[in-house]
């Protein structure tokens, strides 16, 4: 791959709550901007439970777990899934990569600031919850795109995410997603509702970035081990990424 | 990662020497302060074995700069018995804090004074039941500061009672403790840190208490904790009520 040295955009997707839509909104989007001819990296950030390999089919030899145990070269670790679609993938059940000590995060950060100036965009698809990694993965990015569901457990959780990241960390630049909805108009009033209680609680406005409705052609897409955007490009969830893929590089 | 870019970029010249001259004062050496004219702080140190002939000691002095032996901006940092001076207690306070965010392993500090009781009838006590792995420090005419590393907080207020009622059985009840924890997640540095003890020591005044404390940790914790307005306000557009 070839030398770029630009400065990419890093956007971090987390989202509080498991099983929201992080890894398919990730590889989706991903494979968006690939096809409008941009680079993009994806990280598998759930280090220690990591999924994206499943989510794409990919049987890889090398994740990061070696990049931070043996100081293994990133590039040598990519996996090129589509032209400009490639991922660093992580391990899956190895406990230590989940809480990396202070020296690791020090080695990992820098191993992939060597690499990130090859692509126009990194994706960083973090694990759920608020730990470590997430936070400092969230910290390390320029953008946190915030993914939730209408239900109320996913608001609460991603609500407490974007908390912590406002009072530890000052971010305030979130823009919000909201996954799964049955109309327009249901992803339009959750984000209302979000809005609001940013503004009102922590004094920080969100961006609206989009929403993607109930498709079959996830769920199908999960099984068959390929993003929906390719097997099922008409889709009305491909639709709604290829529009959240477009206002980025609007 | 905040504290990866704090620990590349943010330590300066006079920090770094600052580190040496208090891991200095953990061992038989004399350390001299070179000062400098153009900046506020010591732009060089001087690194003595105590055993050395004392003209030997005035020529490595002569040759850095720092001939005039007994000047009052040459000072030797402290002997190894007695208080320490706070300069000594703020450096080690600065490692404490770094090796606290590598390892997670909490610290604490204490302020402690004694209104119109000499430092030196207290120290004894203070000493002893600390135990031999720290020592405390001369924050004020009346006032001992001590860092206690590998402290949380429940372990922090256990120490600061512990030391109240030995000095009050033993020497008097007009004793103040105030302490503060230093967590991985506590960005303040050295300086902040011990000012937010000399706040709580404040306040045992204000409050009439004998023992106060500062749990920054806490107060974040609390900070961050989805309250009920804000979840009944993430639900309102459900029932269709205003926002």
């Keep these: ?250 | 990662m905040a504290h990866v870019k704090q620990q590349q970029h943010g330590g300066s010249f006079a920090d770094f020497l600052r580190l040496i001259a208090g891991q200095a004062t953990d061992f038989a050496v004399e350390c001299v302060r070179v000062e400098g004219e153009e900046h506020p702080w010591p732009p060089a140190l001087l690194l003595l074995d105590p055993a050395l002939p004392p003209a030997a000691k005035r020529e490595l002095r002569r040759r850095v700069g720092a001939d005039g032996e007994l000047a009052p901006n040459v000072p030797l940092l402290e002997k190894q018995s007695g208080p320490a001076e706070m300069d000594s207690l703020r450096c080690r306070v600065d490692r404490e804090l770094d090796r606290v965010k590598k390892s997670r392993i909490p610290c604490g500090l204490l302020l402690i004074r004694f209104n119109g009781t000499a430092i030196e009838r207290a120290l004894p006590i203070i000493e002893e039941t600390i135990g031999p792995d720290s020592r405390p420090a001369l924050y004020d005419e009346w006032t001992l500061a001590v860092l206690q590393t590998g402290m949380n907080r429940r372990s922090l207020m256990a120490m600061a009672e512990r030391l109240y009622q030995r000095c009050a059985a033993r020497l008097t009840r007009n004793v103040r403790i105030a302490c503060a924890l230093g967590t991985a997640r506590d960005l303040a540095g050295a300086d902040e840190f011990i000012a937010r003890t000399a706040r709580e020591l404040a306040r045992t005044d204000d409050k009439q208490r004998r023992v106060f404390s500062a749990f920054a940790e806490e107060e974040q914790d609390h900070s961050c904790q989805v309250t009920a307005e804000e979840r009944a306000q993430l639900f309102s557009f459900r029932a269709g009520r205003p926002q």
């Design chain 1, 1 to 250: 791959m070839s030398e770029h040295n630009t400065k990419p955009q890093i956007i971090c997707i987390s989202s509080g709550k498991g099983g929201v839509g992080k890894t398919s909104f990730t590889i989706n989007l991903a494979a968006a901007l690939s096809g409008k001819k941009q680079k993009v990296l994806v990280i598998d950030g759930d280090l220690g439970l990591a999924n994206i390999d499943v989510m794409l089919g990919l049987s890889v030899n090398h994740t990061l777990r070696e990049v931070v145990e043996e100081g293994r070269d990133p590039l040598e670790t990519l996996v090129e899934i589509m032209p400009g679609f490639f991922v660093l993938p992580a391990s899956s059940g190895v406990p230590e990569m989940a809480s990396l000590s202070y020296e690791e995060q020090v080695f990992l950060q820098d191993s992939l600031e060597q690499i990130i100036g090859r692509f126009d965009f990194v994706l960083v698809d973090t694990a759920a919850g608020i730990g470590d990694s997430v936070l400092w993965f969230n910290e390390w990015a320029d953008t946190t795109f915030t993914i939730l569901s209408p239900d109320p457990t996913s608001m609460t959780d991603a609500y407490a995410l974007m908390k912590v990241l406002k009072t530890r960390y000052n971010k305030s630049n979130f823009q919000l997603i909201i996954n799964n909805v049955k109309s327009r108009k249901e992803g339009q009033e959750v984000f209302a509702s979000m809005k609001a209680v940013l503004e009102n609680f922590l004094h920080i406005t969100p961006d609206y970035r989009g929403a993607i409705p109930q498709d079959s052609a996830v769920a199908q897409a999960v099984r068959r081990q390929k993003p929906f955007l390719v097997s099922q490009p008409k889709a009305r969830a491909s639709l709604a990424i290829m529009e959240i893929c477009n206002s980025l590089l609007d």
